[in-house]
């Protein structure tokens, strides 16, 4: 295993910028999860380590060694792709089988590995099918077994997951999680979807347009992120964000629908930074629902409740604007109900309107 | 329900009237080529041989007699001309078409679209400057003359129809193989080449039949009776031996057969070939 770095990595397709001067250290042992929406560039990050596309600029190491000009074979990876792509015209031992015979692997031992690792993904029953012969589920499997067969110094893995059912989804998350735990190994995952990154990685790096947002631990990024766009971006159902005015010298908030908003002593510093106007950010586990005004609450209206049952969302509107707030299951609230908002100070984000930073202590 | 019973069967009278017509003639080469010489001349003809005989085949494939010697001579010249061409051709082809499919470089489509051009003329259009640039390359009355016109004549299908099949394998495999470590050229040899054997048998067979069939080319750049191939060949029997009938029938019976054998034993190839990549692409 081995440590990754990315230094002011840069991909041009033409005019287009792909990856952005992007910058970051895959510690040795860890399980980095690269995610974005689509097209801001993750994929061609990944093969970009992986040495199937050429750097425009910057520098990657693996370990101690620079492979900027080594070819895929000779960086000593592994990879599962989207679409698996898993050879169709070989039985699953064969494919299981290929990269060891390409590193001239004995052939008692490439029967050894390769028995393991189907053994280990549980699918010893499948080795003289053909992929085409496989579900989706098997397919991934066979794939995930092609590149633990070896043992890489890093593994990278391109929505490995996006192809299965919901369910089992979750299943395979959790093995992936634990066979990172048993093997120690260096894992940059790529994902679109941000409860996968959250729930398996050590760290998570929030890429957009190419450029790196944020590189922190899921905790952080989802506690404390840097810009708008990473607190829209992480979490689910989204970061509420509403616009509003700094007034009583960065004492209390005024909204465009002409609520007001008391702040607690170290908001109102952070609010007294911004250049014009803030945005208001708040998950909705941070939102109280209360049947009566206070100088801290905002009025609205309920629009609809959802209930799913550990937890009920409620739509909430103030003005034109539409809030997300979630209470217990056993509270009643019925559409249009009026409700007052409050939220928790210590909780509460704000951005800088003109930047899209977020304002720090 | 009855209009659709009507287009039915008129459509089944139609395809066994094209059956009867295409292989009446055939099957009369096959008929005659049993009889013997007398009884091929005979009015009204025999349908069923009364006495047939396998004379003129055996006249026709033994070395010990001139007739023998001559025709398989012209066989093998055949055999050879439409290897080498179809051998040539996919040689040239399978790296081409991969290029096309894979790689973006300046003038690609140009390029490409040029490859086609060829094919939007008449072979016999270009017997003449090809016939000068032979002589300037001092190929005039050689083998080579016709292996190198036949590549040409073969190629513009074989690129357009290899590359249909490239670009329906997924780039991700190749990158795959590179990852587990093959190089670029194995990820072609070992990973891309088996999944396009399809296409290249059934590019491999149509230049081959080409070639074999080919009969201006081979009369104009050929004169030595030694290196001709089998059309002229034959047409040099049907001169030649002009009232044997059953010995040309016989000949061509032979001619006919290496190509109906690749066809039969190749044809699943050559609809999965001309489906799967060039329909979809
Ligand atoms: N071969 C290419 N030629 C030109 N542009 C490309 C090429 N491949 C990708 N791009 C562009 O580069 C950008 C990043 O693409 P990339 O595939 O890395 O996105 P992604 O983050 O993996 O998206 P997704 O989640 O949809 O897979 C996109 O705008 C895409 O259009
Ligand atoms: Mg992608």
């Excluded at chain 1, 898993?86 to 490439?110: E, G, H, S």
């Excluded at chain 2, 040309?248 to 019976?253: E, H, I, R, W």
Aim: charged share 20%; glycine share 6%; net charge positive.
């Amino acid at each position: 295993m081995a440590q990754v770095r990315l230094g002011n990595i840069v991909k041009h397709y033409g005019d287009s910028i792909a990856v952005d001067d992007v910058s970051l250290t895959v510690e040795d042992g860890e399980f980095v999860a690269l995610v974005g929406p689509s097209g801001c560039g993750k994929t061609t990050t990944l093969n970009l380590v992986a040495g199937l596309l050429e750097l425009t600029g910057g520098t990657i190491h693996i370990g101690d060694r620079q492979v900027n000009e080594l070819d895929p074979k000779d960086r000593d990876i592994a990879m599962v792709f989207q679409n698996y792509a898993l050879y169709p015209n070989k039985t699953v031992y064969a494919n299981l089988a290929f990269p060891l015979q390409m590193r001239k692997t004995a052939k008692a031992d490439i029967d050894r590995k390769v028995r393991a690792a189907a053994a280990s993904l549980d699918i010893t029953h499948l080795l003289q099918r053909r992929p085409r012969e496989l579900s989706g589920g098997q397919q991934q499997r066979v794939a995930l077994g092609r590149a633990l067969v070896r043992d890489p110094k890093v593994f990278l893995m391109d929505e490995p997951l996006s192809n299965l059912d919901a369910k089992l989804r979750v299943q395979m998350r959790a093995e992936l999680k634990r066979f990172h735990q048993d093997l120690k190994a260096t894992i940059i995952y790529v994902t679109h979807d941000q409860l996968e990154a959250v729930t398996m990685a050590d760290r998570m790096a929030v890429m957009n347009h190419g450029v790196l947002q944020q590189y922190d631990t899921p905790e952080v990024v989802f506690n404390a992120p840097l810009n708008l766009f990473v607190a829209g971006f992480v979490g689910s159902p989204a970061m509420n964000l509403f616009p509003a005015e700094v007034a009583d010298g960065g004492a209390s908030l005024l909204g465009p629908e002409g609520w007001r908003l008391t702040l607690s002593e170290r908001n109102a510093a952070r609010a007294r930074r911004a250049t014009g106007g803030v945005i208001l950010g708040a998950r909705h586990s941070m939102i109280g629902l209360h049947g009566e005004p206070a100088t801290d609450r905002i009025p609205g209206r309920v629009y609809t409740v959802e209930p799913t049952g550990d937890i009920t969302f409620v739509h909430v509107r103030i003005a034109a604007a539409n809030v997300i707030a979630s209470v217990g299951p056993d509270i009643r609230l019925r559409a249009d109900d009026a409700v007052w908002l409050s939220f928790d100070q210590n909780k509460l984000h704000l951005f800088d309107v003109a930047s899209g930073q977020a304002l720090r202590d | 329900m009855k209009e659709h019973g009507f287009w039915r069967l008129g459509g089944k009278l139609y395809l066994a009237a094209l059956v009867v017509f295409t292989m009446l003639p055939m099957v009369w080469m096959v008929i005659t080529s049993l009889k013997t010489q007398f009884a091929a001349l005979q009015y009204p003809p025999e349908w069923i041989p009364r006495n047939p005989t396998l004379d003129q085949y055996w006249l026709l494939l033994s070395p010990a007699n001139a007739v023998g010697r001559e025709f398989l001579r012209y066989l093998f010249n055949s055999v050879w001309v439409s290897a080498a061409s179809t051998v040539l051709g996919v040689a040239v082809a399978v790296p081409a078409a991969y290029a096309f499919s894979r790689f973006r470089f300046p003038g690609r489509n140009l390029l490409f679209y040029s490859v086609l051009l060829r094919n939007m003329f008449p072979a016999v259009v270009f017997l003449m400057p090809l016939f000068i640039m032979m002589r300037w390359l001092g190929l005039v009355n050689t083998q080579a003359s016709l292996i190198l016109t036949y590549l040409t004549f073969g190629l513009p299908l074989s690129i357009w129809l290899l590359k249909g099949f490239y670009d329906n394998i997924p780039v991700q495999l190749e990158q795959a193989a590179r990852i587990d470590g093959a190089s670029r050229f194995q990820a072609f040899l070992l990973i891309v080449m088996p999944l396009s054997a399809p296409g290249i048998t059934a590019t491999a067979i149509y230049s081959f039949i080409m070639a074999w069939n080919e009969y201006v080319y081979a009369l104009t750049f050929l004169n030595d009776k030694d290196r001709l191939t089998l059309p002229v060949g034959l047409q040099r029997f049907f001169t030649e031996y002009a009232t044997n009938w059953p010995g040309l029938m016989a000949a061509s019976f032979i001619m006919s057969v290496p190509v109906v054998a690749l066809f039969l034993v190749l044809q699943k190839y050559f609809v999965r070939a001309l489906t799967d990549g060039a329909v979809k692409s």
